[in-house]
T-cell receptor, first 117, second 112 residues
Framework: AQKITQTQPGMFVQEKEAVTLDCTYD???????LFWYKQPSSGEMIFLIY??????QNATEGRYSLNFQKARKSANLVISASQLGDSAMYFC??????????????FGTGTKLQVIP | EAQVTQNPRYLITVTGKKLTVTCSQN?????MSWYRQDPGLGLRQIYY???????DKGDVPEGYKVSRKEKRNFPLILESPSPNQTSLYFC???????????FGNGTRLTVT
């Protein structure tokens, strides 16, 4: 089974509109972290936002917010007021630490977002 | 400046010719990891290291080796590269907790 599922291979959004990128995850651990990264066409991985499994509030970072629904195991990224520079690939990722202290970081397959002027 | 440095950025080689991709971080992170990125597959973990001399396999370790002799360095070794290892490779480092990983700028490897 996929640990991280991003069901939207590609999306379009009008400039200045908000967009939601979906991410669902699968884990039996109680402690885990969820992340979103942006990868522009230049290729680097840019960290956007983080949500801890014990955090009660949804994370926000400027125009980015993470809609965390623990019971549904979803961690959707919301980008408000889209800009042309938001056009990129977006990856959802999960980091787990097992009882032995070993870490596992799993990425989804990504969503390519294109912002239309 | 806190960073993860990978070298080289681009590499073209031939089947069977051993190569090493270097990775170095200056943040004193204990955790380091290698990923490969392929279209439609996202990033898949190759190997990771929890500390010096502690390494373990990720999801796609076949054909790769790593070593962690010093905390700051985590080289990726391809003893006998094959065309199916043509990919974009990322090194990452982080604290040993649920905090974000820091990524290098990637190495685009082509094996002919």
């Amino acid at each position: 089974a996929q640990k991280i599922t991003q069901t939207q291979p590609g999306m379009f959004v009008q400039e200045k509109e908000a967009v939601t990128l979906d991410c669902t995850y699968d884990t039996s651990d109680q402690s885990y972290g969820l992340f979103w990264y942006k990868q522009p066409s230049s290729g680097e991985m840019i960290f956007l936002i983080y949500q801890g499994s014990y955090d009660e509030q949804n994370a926000t970072e400027g125009r980015y917010s993470l809609n965390f629904q623990k019971a549904r195991k979803s961690a959707n990224l919301v980008i408000s007021a889209s800009q042309l520079g938001d056009s990129a690939m977006y990856f959802c990722a999960m980091r787990e630490i097992d009882s032995g202290g070993y870490q596992k970081v799993t990425f989804g397959t990504g969503t390519k977002l294109q912002v239309i002027p | 400046e806190a960073q993860v440095t990978q070298n080289p950025r681009y590499l073209i080689t031939v089947t069977g010719k051993k190569l090493t991709v270097t990775c170095s971080q200056n943040m004193n992170h204990e955790y380091m990891s290698w990923y490969r990125q392929d279209p439609g597959l996202g990033l898949r973990q190759i190997y990771y290291s929890m500390n010096v001399e502690v390494t373990d396999k990720g999801d796609v370790p076949e054909g790769y080796k790593v070593s962690r002799k010093e905390k700051r360095n985590f080289p990726l070794i391809l003893e006998s590269p094959s065309p199916n290892q043509t990919s974009l490779y990322f090194c990452a480092s982080g604290e040993v907790d649920n905090s974000p990983l820091h990524f290098g700028n990637g190495t685009r490897l082509t094996v002919t």
